[in-house]
């Protein structure tokens, strides 16, 4: 019994330092960028030391690569728990765009996400995390949405890639200064085109 409470107690500290160092690494690399930024200063916030950084990260792309993750996990979900059960698919889709504006006014996350992100990791690397968290979702959503029709999965996909381009452009217009209820209002129409029958 104490062995696993051990284990749980290494766990727990191991979990809260990769924790400490992807919280001071993500506000290091929003205020300066990942160029500006270098692993010592990241340490150095964290208050930890290089080692400790290294135990959990290969390197600085690594850990900016890790942040990214998260942050596109974050955003996943906050689209994922939006909708509540009882809305249409075409509501749950608009409710979900919604979503993606608000957690995407995470200050710091359109930089990370939609501008160093590819730009760091390089577009392909940028797109696979993307799949694999929102364009997810609006791959599901546009899915129950465009039923009972059989949409390809490549024009799917193709068209999840099209609408999620237009969802990030928006988060960049909004977050300078653009009126989100205007982006809201054009993607809501591009939505209703999309899964008209």
């Not at 208050?47 to 998260?70: N, P």
């Amino acid at each position: 019994m104490q062995q696993k409470s051990l284990r749980r107690s290494n766990r727990d500290r191991s979990d809260a330092t990769r924790t400490a160092i992807l919280d001071a690494a993500r506000d290091l690399f929003v205020v300066r960028g990942y160029a500006d930024t270098a692993t010592p200063d990241v340490v150095a916030a964290a208050g930890l030391t290089r080692g400790a950084l290294y135990h959990h990260f290969e390197d600085k792309k690594a850990l900016f690569r890790a942040v990214v993750e998260r942050e596109a996990r974050q955003v996943a979900a906050a689209i994922e728990q939006s909708g509540e059960t009882n809305l249409s698919t075409r509501d749950a889709l608009i409710s979900g765009a919604a979503a993606y504006f608000d957690a995407m006014a995470t200050p710091g996350r359109v930089r990370l996400l939609l501008l160093d992100g590819p730009a760091v990791l390089g577009a392909s690397e940028a797109a696979t995390i993307d799949a694999a968290h929102a364009r997810r979702t609006l791959e599901e959503g546009l899915t129950a949405a465009m039923a009972p029709r059989h949409i390809d999965n490549a024009v799917l996909t193709a068209t999840a890639i099209l609408l999620s381009a237009a969802f990030d452009r928006a988060a960049v217009e909004i977050e300078r200064g653009a009126a989100r209820g205007v982006y809201l209002e054009a993607i809501t129409d591009l939505i209703d085109r999309l899964i008209a029958t």
